[in-house]
């Protein structure tokens, strides 16, 4: 049997190629500075954002460019909330909500609970053996538990 001159030719992987092109980093550290998404950015690029999280990982100048696009587009928001210091018709509400949404790291509002000394949280479960409880115990458990239950639905 002959060899065909495409067995000696390179495997190429399965699927479609890549619509990645290196201009893309350029195109969206620009899409940064005016304060886009990573999904706007997606949708100027004609691709979905899985694609962007793909790039990312397989091409390091497009991660570097990706990186400081979102450092743009943050810096971008902050701007606007200074100059709405300044500003009378300037709607904080809606900037924070925006913010708190897009960068949560920075302004999402926390409440960490910890235990003892920042340590972690202990649960300590008790017993109560009821067998060892007199009549009027008894009565005055099921007069709290009766209580609880009122106030648990709202009475």
């Excluded at 002959?2 to 190629?17: I, L, N, T, V």
Aim: charged letters at 35%.
């Amino acid at each position: 049997m002959s060899k065909k001159p495409e067995d000696d030719a390179p495997k190429r992987g399965r699927g479609r190629p890549s619509l990645y092109k290196p201009e893309y980093c350029e195109v969206v550290v620009e899409l940064g500075r005016a304060g886009k998404s990573m999904v706007q950015m997606a949708a100027q690029l004609g691709v979905d954002r899985a694609s962007i999280m793909r790039w990312r990982d397989e091409h390091e100048e497009f991660r570097a460019s990706l990186s400081r696009a979102l450092v743009l587009a943050q810096e971008w928001w902050e701007d606007r909330g200074q100059m709405g210091l300044h500003d009378r018709n300037f709607n904080a509400a809606l900037w924070m909500k925006i913010v708190a949404s897009r960068y949560r790291e920075d302004y999402a509002d926390r409440k960490e609970i910890t235990g003892a000394d920042g340590g972690p949280l202990k649960v300590q479960a008790s017993v109560l053996d009821v067998a060892a409880l007199d009549a009027e115990d008894i009565e005055a458990l099921e007069a709290a538990l009766r209580k609880a239950v009122e106030k648990a639905n709202g009475g």
